[in-house]
């Protein structure tokens, strides 16, 4: 299992927080995610061989989220 930890500037609310945690669960691979609002930061835990950052960076920014790399 690989980590990748990144911040949403743009996630202000539990809505967004829920709105980017939703997208990623459903990405084949996932195994956790971990989404806060109040500092913008997700972690998102997955199998590598099933799924790369740049997919979950995708669909963040496919839901007009910004997405900043650590």
Known sequence: MKEYSFKV????????????????????GIED???????GSVNVY??????VEDKIKYVIEKKGFKVKNL
Do not use: L, T, W
């Not at 500037?9 to 084949?28: L, N």
């Not at 995610?33 to 500092?39: F, G, H, M, R, S």
């Open 9 to 28: 500037p743009s996630m202000h609310d539990e809505a967004s927080a829920k709105e980017i945690r939703s997208a990623i669960v459903g990405m084949r």
């Open 33 to 39: 995610v971990d989404v806060n609002y109040e500092d």
């Open 46 to 51: 997955f199998d590598q061989n099933q799924v």
